[in-house]
């Protein structure tokens, strides 16, 4: 009898582990990440008043290609005024692969900032694009094209828009961001990141610029360290922000950004 009940139980762990075996796996994937970084640089612009930043955010994706995403992250009250001095993301999109290694994504993305408003405007400076990118391999590129004023600029918020203010010239939707990347594989869990990136926005070309990085990530058990050198372009005249106590400073200027990152 006892043989029997031995046998009995053999035969019921394996068919336990041959069931979990064949069972076939989630359509869904939920991921979360945290970053704590010296500095939050929005396409080579500091957003933080070249101050620290702690960023997070969750990802849902299907198997089918379709995805949601929110991203959040601290910015400065002296650039985003009258809220919260709080940028969250919301997008969505879908990711298919036409041919082996190539990627395509086509997706929505809105930033929305609390309770912000340029000046006394009352203009939020939340704004919205669509996005259409490709990967293959190593290179990968995108390109955002502005459904709303770039960030709430028009002809209401034009003088109060920029450090130095700017003409009336019509709204800005309609201005686009070209991201182009390269990241290779350096060493074990070490990756060489590499970025150029050129922001139009339409009718106040004064405001346009291209922004560069050149980064380094190491992948680690606890988390993943990065060190870039972020540049740009950008005209100081206008790409500058003072804060109550006179304090001025150029938000494009090349700086070193320092980062931990975790992905969960």
Not at 44 to 65: A, E, V
Not at 148 to 165: E, I, S, V
């Given at each position: 009898?006892?043989?029997?009940?031995?046998?009995?139980?053999?035969?019921?762990?394996?068919?336990?582990?041959?069931?979990?075996?064949?069972?076939?796996?989630?359509?869904?994937?939920?991921?979360?990440?945290?970053?704590?970084?010296?500095?939050?640089?929005?396409?080579?612009?500091?957003?933080?008043?070249?101050?620290?930043?702690?960023?997070?955010?969750?990802?849902?994706?299907?198997?089918?290609?379709?995805?949601?995403?929110?991203?959040?992250?601290?910015?400065?009250?002296?650039?985003?005024?009258?809220?919260?001095?709080?940028?969250?993301?919301?997008?969505?999109?879908?990711?298919?692969?036409?041919?082996?290694?190539?990627?395509?994504?086509?997706?929505?993305?809105?930033?929305?900032?609390?309770?912000?408003?340029?000046?006394?405007?009352?203009?939020?400076?939340?704004?919205?694009?669509?996005?259409?990118?490709?990967?293959?391999?190593?290179?990968?590129?995108?390109?955002?094209?502005?459904?709303?004023?770039?960030?709430?600029?028009?002809?209401?918020?034009?003088?109060?828009?920029?450090?130095?203010?700017?003409?009336?010239?019509?709204?800005?939707?309609?201005?686009?961001?070209?991201?182009?990347?390269?990241?290779?594989?350096?060493?074990?869990?070490?990756?060489?990141?590499?970025?150029?990136?050129?922001?139009?926005?339409?009718?106040?070309?004064?405001?346009?610029?291209?922004?560069?990085?050149?980064?380094?990530?190491?992948?680690?058990?606890?988390?993943?360290?990065?060190?870039?050198?972020?540049?740009?372009?950008?005209?100081?005249?206008?790409?500058?922000?003072?804060?109550?106590?006179?304090?001025t400073k150029e938000l494009g200027t090349t700086t070193l950004v320092l980062s931990v990152s975790k992905t969960f």
């Amino acid at each position: 009898m006892k043989k029997l009940m031995l046998a009995a139980a053999v035969l019921a762990t394996f068919a336990t582990s041959a069931s979990a075996a064949d069972a076939p796996a989630s359509p869904h994937t939920f991921t979360g990440n945290m970053t704590v970084a010296t500095d939050y640089r929005f396409r080579g612009i500091s957003q933080t008043f070249k101050q620290p930043t702690l960023q997070g955010g969750f990802d849902y994706s299907h198997s089918s290609g379709f995805y949601l995403g929110n991203w959040n992250s601290n910015v400065s009250g002296v650039q985003y005024m009258n809220g919260a001095s709080l940028e969250m993301d919301f997008y969505g999109g879908y990711k298919f692969e036409p041919v082996k290694d190539l990627t395509l994504d086509v997706g929505a993305l809105y930033y929305y900032y609390p309770g912000s408003s340029i000046g006394t405007t009352g203009t939020k400076y939340n704004n919205g694009e669509l996005y259409f990118g490709a990967s293959y391999k190593w290179f990968s590129g995108k390109y955002s094209y502005g459904v709303t004023d770039f960030f709430g600029l028009n002809d209401t918020t034009a003088a109060a828009y920029a450090f130095t203010a700017l003409p009336t010239r019509g709204g800005s939707k309609g201005s686009g961001y070209l991201d182009l990347n390269a990241n290779f594989e350096i060493a074990e869990k070490t990756t060489l990141n590499l970025h150029i990136g050129r922001q139009t926005v339409k009718n106040y070309g004064e405001l346009s610029y291209t922004d560069y990085k050149i980064g380094v990530s190491k992948e680690f058990s606890f988390a993943t360290l990065g060190a870039a050198i972020v540049a740009t372009n950008a005209n100081k005249n206008y790409w500058k922000a003072v804060n109550g106590a006179g304090d001025t400073k150029e938000l494009g200027t090349t700086t070193l950004v320092l980062s931990v990152s975790k992905t969960f």
